[in-house]
Nanobody, 126 residues
């Protein structure tokens, strides 16, 4: 059973940075694709960044150039670097995983991912 656990959420001021982590129980992550999602208060969950086969990354326009996804050398942890945070970045951040072969549509669509963590809260305020 795939398990994902996020950490690193915090309260920060506008312009600040955070790094979120997602620990996975997947033994061979080379066959898996990952993504980070955000759910802001009163809004639908949105895909932010994805990590695909071969290290290909993809970003939503709203976070391009500010948020970056990466993986540790052991391939058991996925990171989300959040830079220049703004108030509208407040929300619950959740990582998701899917076998890459099972992704048939946009890697930023929540419909592509069967495995989810519980999320970590990021609050941006002054």
């Amino acid at each position: 059973q795939v398990q994902l656990e996020e950490s690193g959420g915090d309260s920060v001021q506008p312009g600040g940075s955070l790094r979120l982590s997602c620990d996975t129980s997947i033994h061979d992550t080379r066959q898996y694709c990952f993504a980070w999602f955000r759910q802001a208060p009163g809004k639908q969950r949105e895909g932010l960044v994805s990590l695909e086969r071969g290290g290909l990354t993809r970003s939503a326009a709203s976070v391009a150039g500010r948020f970056f996804i990466s993986q540790d050398n052991a391939k058991t942890r996925v990171f989300l670097q959040l830079n220049n945070l703004q108030r509208e970045d407040t929300g619950e951040y959740t990582c998701a995983a899917a076998a890459c072969d099972q992704i048939k549509g946009s890697p930023l669509s929540r419909l592509q991912y069967p495995h989810w963590g519980r999320g970590t809260q990021v609050t941006v305020s002054s």
